[in-house]
């Protein structure tokens, strides 16, 4: 089956500690996006890549990095840096880039608690 | 830049009544949009896409939406809700130039009462 996989679906971590979600996708799709959502603020752009090697910062990007070294992978890690990081991830792709009109696809979302 | 505004972010309707969700966009130039549902604690699935081909788009779980340019509006419709209906659901806009993701909207929760 073709689709978007994110592991784990529940991640709890230690403040102060780096912790990296994993985002993995066998649609070939070229663009892929990571979005933190909480209660009442809707869906906030973090990062986005179109290509292998290539990502881009969106809204929030402060205390997370990416890295795009394989087109089907997209790997966020919320660094100590992140004041706030307890909420949900979402990780989406599309399949031609963010060319207007690309629908996006989403993964199930991981929940990160931060104690 | 463009944006997309859901007006009410909790609904709640009996089951059996009309659903309605409010999305209204600010662009010159008509875009694409989107409609998607989120259930509890899942990602986001998508319902339904505006391209201009049709101002009256049908989606899946018998969701529509119409596009109404001169209300600048994408309003998300369903004759008879169920009980399965009971979710988030996220308008978003994509312009038709530029090459940016998609702009949310905050979201509205449908609730359904029995």
């Known amino acids: 089956d073709g689709g978007i996989t994110q592991s784990p679906k529940y991640l709890f971590r230690k403040e102060g500690q780096n912790v990296t979600l994993s985002c993995e996708q066998n649609?070939?799709?070229?663009?892929m996006y990571w979005y933190r959502q909480d209660p009442g603020q809707g869906l906030r752009l973090i990062y986005y890549s179109q290509i292998v090697n290539d990502f881009q910062k969106g809204d929030i990007a402060e205390g997370y990095s990416v890295s795009r070294e394989k087109k089907e992978s997209f790997p966020l890690t919320v660094t100590s840096a992140q004041k706030n990081p307890t909420a949900f991830y979402l990780c989406?792709?599309?399949?031609?880039?963010?060319?207007?009109?690309?629908?996006?696809?989403f993964g199930p979302g991981t929940r990160l608690t931060v104690t | 830049a463009q944006s997309v505004t859901q007006l009410g972010s909790h609904v709640s309707v009996s089951e059996g009544a009309l659903v309605l969700l409010r999305c209204n966009y600010s662009s010159s130039v008509p875009p694409y949009l989107f409609w998607y549902v989120q259930y509890p604690n899942q990602g986001l699935q998508l319902l339904l896409k505006?391209?201009?081909?049709?101002?009256l788009v049908k989606g899946i779980n018998g969701f529509e939406a119409e596009f109404k340019k001169s209300e600048t509006s994408f309003h998300l419709t369903k004759p008879s809700a169920h009980m399965s209906d009971a979710a988030e659901y996220f308008c978003?806009?994509?312009?038709?130039?530029?090459?940016?993701?998609?702009?949310f909207g905050k979201g509205t929760r449908l609730s359904v009462i029995a």
């Open positions: 978003a806009v994509s312009l038709l130039s530029g090459n940016t993701p998609l702009v």
């Open positions: 989406a792709s599309s399949p031609r880039g963010t060319l207007p009109g690309n629908e996006q696809y």
């Open positions: 649609l070939n799709h070229d663009a």
């Open positions: 505006y391209t201009s081909a049709a101002t």
